[in-house]
């Protein structure tokens, strides 16, 4: 029999089962921290981006460096001059050591100009967030990060997906649809 097959309230876990739990949980946690960061990066929600960083953190952002949450007011700035930009996360290498932790993230960003225009012009990046977080009062935040770069481009004049004004287009918080319930939203009208 195994366990999923066993009623929870008979399970019990070894010290080293327990033990192992505890460890997956708790790089759970650290890695929903790097997944809120770059929705909030994503989406322009102020909320999630400061979330992720502890209000003495650092962020060393390449064009920016200093105070984490000095560093969101920053990006949300640049971030509001975009028509759009994506985060893709990779893996994440993490080592938890008691109440800290390092976190390596692979990351590969683009940026679009344009979305009213017949060709976009795109910026991308790839690399790492590096980070350090702490855990206070049980909640895991970055208290250091570092943006590493392996490589990047920028590619002009780019012609659209055929179609692409068909589908549903990615906006900011609140208003990006994935805000709202989708099972609310049926060709624009709410169900």
């Not at 344009?114 to 790839?126: E, F, H, I, K």
């Not at 659209?160 to 609140?174: M, N, Q």
Request: proline share 3%; with cysteine.
């Amino acid at each position: 029999m195994t366990m999923s097959e066993r009623d929870p309230d008979e399970v019990t876990l070894t010290r080293a089962e327990y033990a192992r739990v505890v460890q997956l949980l708790e790089r759970d946690a650290i890695r929903q921290v790097v997944v809120r960061y770059v929705r909030g990066a994503d989406r322009l929600d102020e909320e999630l981006e400061r979330g992720a960083y502890w209000p003495d953190g650092y962020d060393n952002h390449g064009l920016f460096r200093g105070n984490a949450q000095d560093f969101v007011t920053w990006a949300l700035g640049l971030g509001g001059q975009l028509a759009g930009i994506q985060h893709l996360l990779g893996q994440s290498f993490i080592e938890i050591e008691g109440d800290g932790a390092k976190c390596e993230t692979y990351f590969q960003v683009c940026e679009s100009s344009s979305r009213d225009t017949p060709t976009d012009d795109l910026r991308l990046l790839g690399g790492r967030y590096v980070d350090i977080l702490q855990k206070r009062d049980d909640v895991w935040k970055i208290s250091h990060r570092d943006v590493v770069v392996d490589w990047s481009a920028s590619l002009h004049d780019v012609d659209r997906f055929p179609g692409v004004r068909e589908f549903t287009a990615g906006d900011r918080a609140p208003d990006d649809y994935s805000y709202h319930p989708i099972s609310m939203k049926r060709d624009g009208k709410a169900t």
